[in-house]
């Protein structure tokens, strides 16, 4: 089945809202080092869930991915990157907040796991930030989950 398309929401800080013509190139254009540290090279015509607005200023995406032979069902695997000027001021946690409330109320999915570098302290401070707790680790890094339902 394919996934619902992302409807535009909001916590009054934070708008999420599908890629539209011409997002992509900004995305690109915003990638610094720490895009290709923990991200890899990423593609030229990038297409997430959501780009993350804050007023008419794109500062970054969030996304969700099911083509992992490490996810269980019910489980979706999150990512996220904030531009390096919008860094520090919550943006990626509401945005990230507001993908799991999109998760829980227009698809059938359980469970947000993320898969994070030991090195990436500012990712993890996010996850542990919005109550992502650790279930092991794989190759790739920390496994992390949390029910999209719950309350960070
Ligand atoms: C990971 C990443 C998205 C985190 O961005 P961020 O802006 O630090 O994340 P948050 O939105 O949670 O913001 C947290 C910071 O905002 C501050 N803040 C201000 N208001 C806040 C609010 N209302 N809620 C939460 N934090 C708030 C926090 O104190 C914290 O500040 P600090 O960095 O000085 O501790 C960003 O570093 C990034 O894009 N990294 C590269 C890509 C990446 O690593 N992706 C994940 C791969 S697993």
Known sequence: MPEPELQVSTDGV?????????????????????????LGPGGESPSPVACIWVGTELVGWVDYD???????????????????????RGYASR?????????????????????IRRENV???RLAHRLGFVQHGELDRGLFLVREVGSIS
């Not at 011409?22 to 254009?29: H, K, P, S």
């Not at 032979?69 to 979706?76: C, K, M, S, T, Y």
């Open 14 to 38: 934070v708008t999420l809202k599908p890629p539209r013509d011409g997002d992509a190139q900004l995305l690109v254009a915003g990638r610094d080092e720490e895009f290709f540290k923990w």
């Open 66 to 88: 099911l083509e992992h032979d490490w996810l269980q069902p019910g489980e979706v695997n999150v990512g996220y990157y904030v531009f390096p000027g919008a860094r520090g």
């Open 95 to 115: 945005a990230v907040e507001l993908l799991l409330v999109h998760l829980l109320e227009h698809t059938k999915h359980t469970t947000a796991t993320l898969v």
């Open 122 to 124: 500012r990712s993890l």
